[in-house]
C-alpha cells in the first residue's frame, strides 16, 4: 500500500495529527516548565473541555460560543484545581503532585459519567466546514483542513503570549528561576495560578476544537493522555517549542508507520521516545540543568 | 460477609449432617443429603462454602468504564433484572426456567458487580476478591473476548461457573473453551455464516473489502471467519486489513490506507466505541457511502450514538433486537418489564446478561443442586430449552449455545416508528444452520474436578 498517493495522503494526515498532539502538549509542559507540576489530570481536562463545550453547543447551536465555552470553563476548572488543591503541592515530593493530578483525572471522569453517562458526546463541525475537500492527492475532511488553520493560530496565540509580552516574559523568568522573580517584587504565586489557568485552557481548547472528529466520551483523556507526555518527552520536557516539534514527528511517525503495518504505529511511537530518552535524555529541545 | 464466616459454616455444616444422620433411619431423603456429602467433597475455591447459606452470590465484572462501557452497563442492567426476577418469580423467569422458587433451590441470589475496563487482568482481580469476599458460586459478564477467556481459565482452576457474556471470539467455545464456562450468545463464525450469503446474494461476488479489525482475539478470528466466507463463497477479495488497538481515538491513518485502497465495501469489525468513533470518521473522510458500511458483529447503541445518518442501509448480525418482540411473546415479555425499569429498550447486551442467568438459573434448579458438576452434567444433556427467541440448545462437546443470529438493516429517520426504532429484522439465521463443527476451533473441555 505504499504508493504515492498514499505516501502524500499519510504525510499531511500526520501533519494533522501531530498539530492537536502539539496544542494538548503545550499546555501539559507550559505547567511542567513553570510549575514543575506533571499534571496527569491534563488528558481528563481535555475532555471537560469537549463536554463543555458540547453542553454550550446544545443550548447555542454556536460553534464559536461551544469553543469559548470549552476553553474558559477549563480554564477556570484549572485556576479552582491550583489554587485549592496544586498550590499545597508545590512544595512536595513528585509522586505526590503524580497522585493528586491522577486521583483529580479519575474523578473528572467519573463526574462527567455520573452526569452525562457513557455515551459520548459530539459536537458538529460548523456548516462552513462540513463536507470533504479534494486536495488533489487526496480527500480529506474538510473540518480537519481548517483545525490545521485553527491550532496554528491557536499555538501562535499561546507563542505571542509566551514570548512577546510582559506576562510571559515573567512566566519564562519564573522557569529559570522562580526565587528572583519573587525577589523583584513580582507575585510569583498569582503568575503561576495564570500559568495553570493557560496550560489548562490549552487543554480545554484542544477539547472542543477536536470534539467534531472524535467523539467526546468520559474517557477521552486517558489514551491522549499517554501520546501528550510521549511528545513532551521527544520535544524536552518544558519545551514550548519542544511540544510543537514533538507532536508533528509523534504525528508523522503515527501516520507513516501505519502505511506498513498500522498495529505498530503506537509501537513505534514509544520506541522513538525510547531513543530519545537514550541519546538526548533532556528531549530534543529541552533546556539543560533544570532541575 | 459474617453469614460466610468459620463459625457459621461449620455450625450449619453439622447441622445439615446430624439432621441426615438422624433423618436417614426414617427416610430415604436422608439418605440423599448423607450421600452428598460423602459424595461431593470440597471441591474449588468455593465449594460447599458459597452453597450454605441462605443467599447464594454471583459475581459479574463487566467494563463500566473505556471502550465498552456503554455495552458493559447494559449486560449489567440484564442481569439485575434477572436477578430480580429469579427472586420474585416473575413470570418470564418462571417460564425460562420453571423451577425458580423465590430464588434457586431454596436460596436467595444476590449478584455482585464491580468495573472490569474490558481488561483481563482487572476481571481476574475483580472476581477473585468475590471469590475470597463472598464464595461466590457463580461468574458472569464480559464484552471483550479477552477478559472470556482469561475468565475460563480463571473459572477451570476455581472450579467456580462461568458465563460468557458478550464475546464475540471463535476461541471462547473453541480453543480456549473449559468445562466451567458456557457461552450463550454468538460469535464470529456464526456472524460471518450468517451474513455472509446475505451480502454475496445482496452485492454479488467478486468484491473488494477493507476491513477493520480491533488486535486481539475477537477481532481477528471474526475477520478471519468473515474474510474467509466472502472469499471462498464469494470470490471477494480483503484489499487491506487496518488493525489497530482497543480504545483507538482517531482513525484517520487508518481510513487514510482504506480511501486508497480502491475498496468497495468497509467492514468494521471494531466494537463499542470504537467502532462508534471509527464509523463516524469513516463519514469524515467521506468513505461513507461512497464504499458500503457492514457490521458483521453488531454493535448495541452504534446507532444512537453515531446516527442514523451512518447506520441506515447497513447490514449486521445480532443477538437481539427489541423489535422482536411482535414475534416471541417471551422476548415482549423481557422489553416490557425492562423498560419499565430502566428507561429505554434493552439492547443485546442486556439480553444477553438476562438470558445467561436464566438458563444459569434453569440448569441449578432442575440439577437441585449447587455443586458444580451436577450442574455442568445439567447443562451437558444439552436438552431443548427456551430463550427469548425460541427454543435453544447447549452442545455438551464445547457448551456453545445454539441459538439463531439475527440479521439487521439500518433503518432511515424517516422509517422510524420511535426514537429507538433503529434496525429492521431482514432474517432470523437458525443458529444450527450457521455453527461450525463442535471441534472445528480444537475444544477440549477438561476435567470436572
Known sequence: MINTANFLSQLFNGLVLGALLALISSGLTIIYGTLGVLNLAHGALFMLGGYAGWLAFEYSHSFILAVAAGALFVMIVGVIMEQVIIKHFYARPDEDQLLVTFGLSIVFAELVRYFFGSLSKKVPPPEIFGGITNMGFMVYPTYRLALLGIIAVALLVLYWVLYRTRIGMIVRAGIEDSVAVDSLGINVYKVFTLVFGIGAMAAGFSGIVYSPVVAMSPDSGDSILVQTFVVVVIGGVGSFPGAILGGLIAGEIISLTSMVNPAYSMIMLFVAMTLVLVFRPRGLMGSIGRT | ?449
Open chain 2, 1 to 449: 460477609m459474617s453469614k460466610f464466616e468459620s463459625t457459621n459454616g461449620v455450625s450449619r455444616r453439622s447441622a445439615l449432617q446430624i439432621s441426615a444422620a438422624g433423618g436417614m433411619m426414617a427416610t430415604g431423603l436422608g439418605g440423599v443429603q448423607w450421600a452428598m456429602a460423602q459424595d461431593k467433597p470440597k471441591l474449588g475455591a468455593t465449594w460447599p462454602e458459597g452453597s450454605q447459606g441462605d443467599t447464594v452470590y454471583l459475581g459479574a465484572a463487566v467494563p463500566l468504564t473505556g471502550t465498552y462501557a456503554v455495552q458493559g452497563a447494559d449486560e449489567l442492567k440484564g442481569m439485575e433484572l434477572a436477578i430480580e426476577h429469579i427472586n420474585t418469580n416473575h413470570e418470564l423467569m418462571k417460564a425460562l426456567a420453571p423451577k425458580v422458587n423465590s430464588g434457586v433451590n431454596g436460596k436467595k441470589v444476590k449478584l455482585l458487580s464491580a468495573d472490569s475496563a474490558a481488561k483481563p487482568n482487572q476481571a481476574l482481580q475483580v472476581s477473585q476478591t468475590f471469590i475470597a469476599q463472598n464464595k461466590i458460586i457463580a461468574m458472569i459478564g464480559s464484552t471483550s473476548s479477552s477478559v472470556a477467556v482469561a475468565m475460563n481459565k480463571f473459572a477451570q482452576r476455581e472450579k467456580v461457573l462461568y458465563m460468557a457474556g458478550i464475546s464475540g471470539s471463535n476461541d471462547t467455545t473453541g480453543k480456549d473453551c473449559v468445562r466451567y464456562g458456557f457461552r450463550q450468545g454468538f460469535y464470529g463464525e456464526m456472524a460471518a455464516n450468517a451474513i455472509g450469503p446475505i451480502l454475496v446474494k445482496q452485492f454479488g461476488k467478486n468484491r473488494k473489502a477493507a476491513f477493520m479489525t480491533p488486535d486481539y482475539t475477537y477481532g481477528h478470528t471474526t475477520t478471519e471467519s468473515v474474510n474467509n466466507y466472502l472469499t471462498k463463497e464469494g470470490g471477494w477479495k480483503m484489499v487491506t486489513n487496518q488493525v489497530s488497538p482497543l480504545g483507538t481515538q482517531d482513525f484517520s491513518q487508518y481510513l487514510t490506507n482504506i480511501a486508497n485502497s480502491g475498496a468497495e465495501f468497509l467492514i468494521n469489525v471494531n466494537w463499542g466505541r470504537d467502532a462508534v468513533l471509527s464509523s463516524q470518521q469513516a463519514k469524515q473522510f467521506g468513505l461513507i457511502p461512497k464504499m458500503t458500511l457492514v457490521l458483521p458483529y453488531q454493535i448495541p447503541f452504534i446507532a444512537k450514538e453515531a446516527g442514523v445518518d451512518i447506520t441506515h442501509g447497513i447490514y449486521a448480525a445480532t443477538d437481539f433486537w427489541w423489535t422482536l418482540e411482535d414475534k416471541y411473546p417471551l422476548a415482549k415479555l423481557f422489553v416490557e418489564s425492562f423498560h419499565k425499569k430502566y428507561g429505554y429498550r434493552p439492547e443485546w447486551g442486556a439480553e444477553n446478561g438476562y438470558v445467561s442467568f436464566a438458563h444459569w438459573a434453569r440448569m441449578v434448579t432442575e440439577a437441585g443442586s449447587f455443586y458444580p458438576p451436577d450442574v455442568i452434567k445439567q447443562w451437558e444433556k444439552g436438552e431443548t430449552i427456551p430463550s427469548l427467541l425460541g427454543d435453544v440448545h447447549y452442545r455438551p462437546e464445547d457448551h456453545q449455545c445454539v441459538r439463531p443470529v439475527i440479521i439487521v438493516r439500518g433503518k432511515e429517520k424517516k422509517d422510524m416508528k420511535n426514537d429507538e426504532d433503529f434496525w429492521e429484522v431482514i432474517e432470523m439465521v437458525d443458529g444450527a444452520k450457521v455453527i461450525q463443527k463442535p471441534d472445528a476451533f480444537g475444544c477440549k473441555l477438561g476435567d470436572y474436578t
